[in-house]
């Protein structure tokens, strides 16, 4: 058994430092060339497969870790709902999967908070952070949902702004699991970086829209 479950973390740990490169290449090409396609391709599926092995190692004897299964559950999510934001620039996209994710992630988040209180009478403030962050941003998404005019203009931006929200909590995994910070250093700075790259992008899609107006 212990043979099988190292075998699934080499195997997680590869496909966990391809989508670091591919995320990475996709974040500096330019947008919509082949490149940026490709490479994002990539990173979506490696991001899906080392999300999934992170979340069955987590669980199973002498390696359960809640802070590995809340990072496999945020890989998955906002990868999932970053590549299915392309889906939103057609006039009218079908959202019944994109609406039953969002709540399933508002569920996922609730039992993140409440079992451990209801297991182990404590509260894991990891996992209460991952499930916080992850409930807002489905409620967020729901109510985007109902207005289609506000999400088919805004495709681009939910896309870009997810799929680097699944590379910042790859890259936290990564920092905080090779201790590259000291103390709690490694949970926030990944986060900071990625911030000011989301903000770079959006500042830069709104000069976009801007211009394209005048």
Known sequence: ME??????????????????????????AKKGKTIHKKSGLLFFYTMMLSGIIAMVVAVLPKHVSPFLFAVGIFSLYFVLTGKR????????????IDKWISKIMILTGILMILLPIVLTKSINIILVA????????????????????RLRKGWLKLHLGKMIGGYISAATAFVVVNE???????????????????????RKMNKKTVANKI
């Not at 934001?85 to 006039?91: D, G, Y």
Request: glycine share 10%; charged share 10%; net charge positive.
């Open 180 to 202: 590259f910070f000291p103390s709690f250093y490694g949970w926030f700075i990944p986060g900071i970086i990625g911030g000011f790259i989301i903000t770079y992008w959006m």
């Open 130 to 149: 991952f499930a916080i962050i992850g409930i807002i941003f489905s409620v967020r998404d729901l109510i985007l949902f109902e207005k289609p005019e």
């Open 85 to 96: 934001a392309l889906n939103f620039k057609i006039e009218k996209p079908n959202l019944r």
């Open 3 to 28: 043979k099988t479950i190292q075998i699934l973390i080499y195997i997680h740990a590869v496909f966990g430092g391809i989508s670091l490169l591919t995320g990475f290449i996709s974040m500096l």
